[in-house]
C-alpha cells in the first residue's frame, strides 16, 4: 500500500519506520524546516532521536505531495490540530480513506476525534477508523512487540486494513466500538497524571493499583454512557493502555504527575516535556462531559483541581484516597 502518515511527532515517525517495512510511506510535518531537517539527517531530532528514518521514507511539508496516489492516510497530529489538518485535506479535494490515532477530547467541544472527523471530513465513516493501544512510541521504532486495536464501523473495511498494517511486531486486531477505543484512550491520560503523582508522593503500588482500577471504572462508566462497548474498556485500548501509561516512565503524562509531586510548576513541566501531553489538556472536556452526562468522576475531578485551581498534588491525592467509604460498583 502507499500510505500518508500526517503527523511527525513521536507517534508518527514511528508508525512510519514501522509501516515502511511494507509499504511506500509519505510522512507528512506542517513544518517546512522541520522535514527539510529530517530529510536531510535522515532523524527525527525533535521528536524521536534515537531511531534513522529508512531511506526510503519520503518526507514533505506539502499535504499535496503527502497525499498524492495514496491508499490510505494516518492521521496522528495531537488532537488540537484534527480539525484544521481536516479542513486542509478537505481543500486539497483529495479523498482517501481515513485513519486517526490522536488521543483526548476536543477543548470547548468535548467531541470525540470521530465526531470532528464527521464534521469536517467528507466521507462516510465507514471508510474510517480509528487505531490505539497500548503503544510507546519509542518500543514501535526499535521493532519491539506491541498489540493495537484497529476500529471501524465497516467490517470489511477494517478486516482488510489490519491485515495491511499487521506484521509480526505489530499486531493488529480489529473492532467495531469506535467510540469505547477513543473513549479509553481520552482519558486514561487523565488517569496516567493521578498515578504519576502518587507515585512521585511515595505512596506506594497499592496506592497506585487502587488508582488505576478506581481510573478503569470512570472510563468505563462514561464510556458506556456514550455508547462504547464494556469488552473494549477490559481490552486493549482500555485496560492494556491505563496500565501501559500509569507505570511505564516513558508516558509523557505519567511525567506530567511525577513532576508534579515533585511541586514543579505546569508552565515548566510542559516547556520541559517539549512533548503534548493529552491528558492536561483533556481533563477539563473529560470533566465537562462527565458533568453532563450525570457521571462521577472523583479522580478527573481531583486532577482538574491541581491543574487548573491551584490545589497541591499532595492535597488532592490525599482527599481522593481518604473519600468516604462506597460499594465498588459505584
Partial sequence: MKIAVLGAGAWGSALAISFSARHQINLWTKDPDHASDMDSRRINQSFLPEHSLPEALNITSQ????????????????????????????????????????????????????????????????????????????????????????????????????????????????SEDIIGVETGGAIKNVITIAAGISDGIGFGH?????????????????????????????????????????????????????????????HDILNELGHVAEGVHAALSVLQLGKRLNIEMPITQAICSILHEGVSARRAVEVLLNREQKSEIY
Fill in 63 to 174: 499535504l499535496t505531495e503527502a497525499l498524492d496516489n495514496v491508499d490510505l492516510a494516518l492521521l496522528v497530529v495531537p488532537i488540537v490540530g484534527l480539525r484544521e489538518t481536516l479542513r486542509t485535506i478537505a481543500a486539497s479535494n483529495i479523498r482517501v480513506p481515513l485513519i486517526w490515532g490522536c488521543k483526548g477530547l476536543e477543548t470547548g467541544t468535548a467531541y470525540l476525534p470521530h465526531q470532528i472527523v464527521a464534521e469536517e471530513y467528507d466521507v462516510t465513516l465507514s471508510r474510517c477508523g480509528v487505531l490505539s493501544g497500548p503503544s510507546f512510541a519509542e518500543e514501535v521504532a526499535r521493532g519491539l512487540p506491541t498489540a493495537l486495536t484497529f476500529a471501524s464501523t465497516d467490517h470489511e473495511f477494517s478486516s482488510r486494513i489490519s491485515v495491511e498494517l499487521h506484521s509480526s511486531r505489530l499486531r493488529i486486531y480489529t
Fill in 206 to 266: 497499592n496506592a497506585r493499583a487502587a488508582l488505576i482500577t478506581r481510573g478503569l471504572m470512570e472510563i468505563t462508566r462514561l464510556g458506556l454512557s456514550l455508547g462504547g462497548k464494556m469488552e473494549t474498556f477490559i481490552g486493549l485500548a482500555g485496560v492494556g493502555d491505563l496500565i501501559l501509561t500509569s507505570t511505564g516512565d516513558l508516558s509523557r503524562n505519567r511525567q506530567v504527575g511525577l513532576m508534579l509531586a515533585a511541586g514543579k510548576t505546569l
